[in-house]
DNA sequence: CGTGGCCCCTGATTGC
DNA sequence: TGCAATCAGGGGCCAC
């Protein structure tokens, strides 16, 4: 799945591969991947076409690309099954390519956005105007991840306290904090012994910036274990960053011993998915 | 307006 | 062996 991580691969990915290069051509072959742009797959195409695309920028697990002189920009989001290949023209159709943009260049590659399940797409949006990154408008409410420099920890903090929620949830919560998924949020939990129906009304400033400090462990060895497993042709790898799925303590750990005491990981159905936590490690809160 | 539940989608896996 | 149920999960949307 990608994760923060692997979007930030790809997003090195299209920086290297893709920014700078005009758009010649875009074909859409399935209008779901192009859903949020309201003015439909067409007028997705013909705004694109001839337009010169900036260097790849990223939020949580939103990607875009500036179009032109950057009061525009390209939102992609990966979903679940979402892929963003650099491939030669004469490379056969992935069975699930939904989108190809081809260059008005001879650099011999073309962009295509492959995703079997449909839950990303592309679309063309107005930037915040005086905005620094260029940040497209629709993912204003989006908030900062927490590998931007200009995360603020207090902040988090004090919006984490004042929210009526549990913690978990709260970590999945774009507007609070983005980039954390299902995953992250229960290796980031286990690592901080905390159990994910723990009210956040109840964290301590301590304990907020070890629950930070962890989801940034996480995701950075996350990312040094992605960045070395793909080819350079590729901008990023297929979703599944083999060799970091072995560094997991909790997720996808059921009936397995918790490497810290050794008592059986647990799995619970929760909002449609699952949590994995250990029951000796992260206790759960006192029932009200 | 904050909170929480539902649903979008396809393929792999599981169970009867 | 075949078919149905389940699961994966980000995030928009909407009811309360």
């Known amino acids: ?38 003015a439909g797959p067409a007028d997705f ?10 260097a790849a920028r990223r ?34 159709d992935e069975k699930h ?25 592309l679309s063309l949006h107005d930037t915040v105007l005086g905005d620094p990154d260029g940040l497209p408008d629709v993912i204003a409410h989006i908030a900062r991840d ?5 995360f603020d920890d207090a902040a988090f903090h004090t919006a984490l306290r004042g929210r009526r929620t549990t913690v978990k949830r709260a970590l999945l919560d774009q507007s609070l904090i983005s ?11 286990w690592r901080t012994r905390l159990h994910y129906e723990r009210p956040t009304a109840g964290l301590t400033r301590p304990r907020t910036a070890e629950l930070l400090t962890h989801i940034r462990e996480v995701m950075n060895e996350a990312l040094a274990a992605g960045g070395t497993s793909f ?40 909002m449609n998915r699952s949590s994995y ?3 000796r490690c992260q206790r759960p809160p006192r029932a009200a």
């Open 1 to 38: 799945m990608p994760e923060l991580p692997e979007v930030e691969v790809v997003r090195r990915g299209l920086e290297r591969w893709v920014g700078g290069r005009t758009v010649a051509a875009v074909e859409v072959l399935h209008p779901r991947a192009i859903r949020r742009h309201l």
């Open 45 to 54: 195409g013909t705004q694109l076409t001839g337009q010169r695309l900036g």
């Open 231 to 270: 080819d350079s042709l590729y901008v990023n790898v297929n979703g599944q960053s083999g060799y970091f799925d072995r560094s997991l303590d909790a997720y996808g750990r059921e009936d397995e011993p918790c490497r810290r005491c050794g008592t059986a990981i647990r799995r619970r159905p929760w």
């Open 179 to 189: 980039g954390v998924g299902n995953i992250y949020a229960d290796e980031a939990l």
């Open 97 to 121: 390519l939904r989108v190809r943009i081809r260059f008005a260049d001879t650099e011999g590659t073309e962009l295509r956005f492959v995703d079997q399940r449909t839950f990303g797409g």
């Open 146 to 150: 927490p590998l931007d420099p200009a």
């Open 277 to 279: 936590f250990c029951p």
């Open 59 to 92: 939020r949580g697990k939103y990607l875009w690309l500036p179009v032109g002189d950057g009061s525009r920009a390209v939102l992609a989001h990966l979903g679940m099954s979402g892929q963003l290949l650099v491939q030669p023209p004469d490379a056969p």
